[in-house]
């Protein structure tokens, strides 16, 4: 059973008003638009000549209702325009009940109308649109939460509470206009990106998202379950074992914007699907791609802010090239004050015991130097910083390192604490690939879920050669957070993983009976839209008595009228 509050039953009413007056609240034909809000705020001074006939739509956001004549505000997709409305101009016949009784009555704030009419500019100076013609587009039978704004501007009482704003999106998005601004950026960040390797002669590719071995990541996967072909299959972790098959079979540069599953932890920066961009170029390695996600990242920043520098939280980040370069081992030597490049994993678990790191049996040398890093070092990661040569057991897909011996030749960039971007010079050497992938299947009989799978069939690729590669990995979601100066992953996401809504627990006459309320009187409570206990202990017992005794009689029940101590009892 659904419940309503008593605004939604008007307005559902109201729905019926029309509806009886021959108005479809729902029509079905196009309605013409040939200028937007945005359009006619900027270029209406300029060339009032073109704005004589127009025909724009949107959302009923206010009404100021002064007898024959109003104003009133419409919302588009690029912002609000006042217009507004006579009688007479909408009511050109002796029947003014479109105005009188449709208009003020019937139309509600959130209803979707289209307008005609002109532009003129009113005796305080705002752009207005003088109204000749409306249709009703949309009737909206549930009222949008009020947000007040004083005379300035400032924003109280606003829609804010960040479970609301993410699990009813579109609200959020229709009364917090601003919040558009953050998608917006995030479209031109991936526009931006596209563009830069498009003009690189690079080939942008789709890879699949079911995949029967998870592969390409160290993360914990979710699996579902073919049934035509009864195998099991897995949401894809990373698409990189599939970008690295399309290097073999001879393109150049492939790179794919998708989403991958991790079935890890939320928090502030993770999401159990996110958005990356993996992008893979023959014939270069980790030290030239450093060189291109510099130039791309300061041309993305530019693009956007018309500048390298951005306020991120209380810092200044500034993503001009070129960005620090540290190695894992001295970067934790020089924030944990600890030399780990020649521990064994015996040692490893001493530091993390003195540093006060948890950790568990599972973990191997790689898992336990990523620990140590990630609770000693990232946090001090502020400026664009390139941490390099990473510790071969972290990395199974990476190239070893040309002169370090232990090491592989991979970069991660930190900002602001946090990694957005993951890069390697490419394993291609298929027998060192199995030997990683074998070492990846002790640690998972050790218990390290997140340990990768044996994948057979790239190794098969490998086989058949793969030239000198470089590939990255950059977090969509986590990037436009940083262009966009918000602290939470949720807030550049349209609709985040949240959890099930509490559901609304409808009393049953027994509920209602333990109150002390006769079974006779039940159904006048729930002709009062009363169906939670919840609801009832919210009412005045005064009214409530009144409305009882009033159903009782509408209803014709069998059944004497409580006394005013009795209802006060069901409240108390």
């Not at 505000?73 to 325009?81: H, K, M, N, P, V």
């Not at 949309?138 to 699990?167: A, C, H, I, M, Q």
């Not at 500048?307 to 001295?330: C, H, Q, S, W």
């Not at 959890?499 to 309320?517: H, N, Q, T, Y």
């Amino acid at each position: 059973m659904q419940l309503l509050s008593e605004q939604e039953l008007e307005r559902r009413k109201d729905r019926e008003e029309l509806m009886k007056l021959g108005i479809n609240p729902y029509p079905a034909e196009t309605f013409p638009i040939n200028v937007t809000a945005e359009d006619i705020h900027k270029n209406y001074e300029n060339n009032k000549t073109d704005y004589k006939s127009i025909s724009i739509a949107g959302r009923l956001m206010s009404r100021r209702i002064m007898g024959s004549a109003s104003f009133a505000e419409i919302q588009d997709s690029t912002g609000r325009l006042q217009i507004y409305i006579r009688r007479d101009d909408i009511c050109p016949e002796d029947d003014k009940t479109f105005y009188n009784t449709v208009f003020k009555k019937l139309l509600g704030i959130g209803d979707f109308i289209g307008v005609k009419g002109y532009i003129f500019t009113t005796q305080t100076g705002e752009i207005s649109l003088h109204v000749t013609e409306l249709k009703i587009l949309s009737k909206s039978v549930k009222p949008l939460p009020v947000v007040k704004r004083d005379e300035e501007g400032n924003v109280y009482d606003g829609f804010t509470d960040p479970e609301l704003r993410y699990r009813q999106r579109y609200v959020d998005l229709t009364v917090n206009p601003e919040v558009k601004q953050v998608f917006l950026t995030r479209s031109k960040i991936i526009t931006n990106m596209r563009s830069y390797f498009d003009d690189h002669g690079w080939l942008e590719v789709e890879t699949p998202i079911l995949q029967q071995v998870h592969g390409g990541a160290a993360a914990r996967p979710f699996q579902t379950h073919h049934n035509t072909l009864d195998m099991p299959l897995y949401l894809r972790i990373a698409n990189e074992l599939y970008l690295k098959r399309l290097i073999v079979g001879g393109f150049d540069g492939v790179y794919e914007f998708g989403k991958m599953f991790r079935n890890e932890g939320m928090d502030r920066t993770h999401n159990p699907e996110f958005t990356s961009l993996e992008i893979y170029v023959a014939y270069k390695d980790y030290v030239w791609m450093m060189e291109m996600v510099e130039e791309l990242i300061e041309t993305v920043t530019s693009s956007i802010h018309g500048t390298t520098v951005v306020k991120v939280g209380e810092n200044e980040i500034d993503f001009a090239g070129p960005y620090r370069r540290l190695t894992m081992f001295d970067a934790i030597k020089e924030y944990a004050g600890v030399d780990v490049s020649e521990m064994d994993e015996n040692g490893l678990r001493k530091v993390c015991h003195d540093l006060g790191i948890d950790i568990d049996d599972s973990m191997g040398k790689g898992k336990l130097i990523d620990e140590i890093f990630g609770a000693k070092v990232e946090d001090h990661l502020i400026q664009p910083t390139y941490i390099t040569d990473y510790p071969v057991e972290m990395t199974p897909l990476a190239k070893k390192h040309r002169t370090k011996e232990g090491l592989v030749e991979r970069f991660e960039l930190f900002v602001n604490g946090k990694e957005i971007a993951n890069a390697y010079s490419e394993l291609n050497d298929p027998i060192d690939q199995r030997e990683r992938f074998e070492d990846q299947l002790k640690l998972a009989a050790r218990g390290d879920d997140e340990a990768m799978a044996m994948d057979e069939d790239f190794l098969r690729a490998l086989e058949y050669g793969m030239p000198p590669t470089s590939g990255l990995g950059i977090g969509i979601d986590r990037l436009t957070m940083l262009l966009t100066n918000k602290s939470t992953i949720q807030e550049v996401l349209f609709f985040p993983q949240m959890r099930p809504e509490k559901k609304v627990k409808i009393a049953s006459d027994e509920d209602f009976m333990e109150l002390g309320i006769p079974v006779g009187l039940i159904p006048a409570i729930r002709d009062l839209n009363i169906y939670t206990i919840e609801q009832l202990k919210e009412q005045d017992a005064n009214k409530l008595f009144n409305d009882v005794c009033g159903r009782r009689k509408k209803l014709k029940l069998e059944v004497a009228n409580p006394s005013k101590e009795e209802v006060e009892q069901w409240l108390a």
